[in-house]
């Protein structure tokens, strides 16, 4: 079993930061690929930004040169760290891994809960 808990969002003025983190959890062999996606209202998911295990990045152009992505693979932890934020950066955040349980296992997709972020003055 593997639980993904979610936290760090919140309410923030533009211009604002936030820090995101994700952490997960149970029975898990090795994480490869983590990330973070966004669902704006009336709008579908997107991808903002992924972390492979070895560390290279990926970027939604919408959010390159102000958010970062990183991950502590000791903690099983996903972070991201969100500056200059703007209104159409609200959303709910999700954060998403590729795990696998057992050596001889295939990778699954796990979701976090999702959180809310809020960009408004």
């Known amino acids: 079993q593997v639980q993904l808990v979610t936290s760090g969002g919140g309410l923030v003025q533009p211009g604002g930061s936030l820090r995101l983190s994700c952490a997960a959890s149970g029975s898990i062999f090795s994480i490869n690929a983590m990330g973070w996606y966004r669902q704006a209202p009336g709008k579908q998911r997107e991808l903002v930004a992924t972390i492979t295990s070895v560390g290279s990045t990926n970027y939604a152009d919408s959010v390159k040169g102000r958010f970062t992505i990183s991950r502590d693979n000791a903690k099983n932890t996903v972070y991201l760290q969100m500056n200059s934020l703007k209104s159409e950066d609200t959303a709910v955040y999700y954060c998403?891994?590729?795990?696998?349980?057992?050596?001889?296992?295939?990778?699954?997709?796990?979701w976090g809960q999702g959180t809310q972020v809020t960009v408004s003055s």
């Open positions: 998403n891994t590729k795990i696998r349980v057992y050596s001889w296992a295939s990778e699954t997709t796990y």
